[in-house]
């Protein structure tokens, strides 16, 4: 049975200020995309999938294994 992962919220809002400063201008990465890759680090995933290139571009900044699946636009 799945259940709710465990984190600390602020613990996610620090590490997307961190991740907004370092990467943001240069990746052009927008709240979302650092908010989500932020709490992907918190919580120490394994995968990472997104559609958005912005946010694949920052997990793989990050050091995250990703996998872009093609978007819809």
């Known amino acids: 049975m799945w259940e709710v992962p465990a984190y600390d919220l602020s ?4 590490l997307a200020e961190r991740l907004a400063q ?3 201008a240069s990746i052009g990465a927008r709240s ?3 908010l989500h ?3 992907a680090l918190a919580l120490d995933v394994e995968h990472f ?6 946010q694949a ?4 900044a990050v050091g995250l294994t990703s996998r ?3 978007s819809r636009r």
Do not use: C, F, G, W
């Open 49 to 54: 999938v997104t559609a958005d290139r912005r």
């Open 57 to 60: 571009a920052l997990a793989k």
């Open 32 to 34: 979302l995309d650092i």
């Open 68 to 70: 872009s699946l093609p």
């Open 11 to 14: 613990d996610v809002h620090a």
């Open 37 to 39: 890759v932020a709490a």
């Open 22 to 24: 370092r990467y943001a």
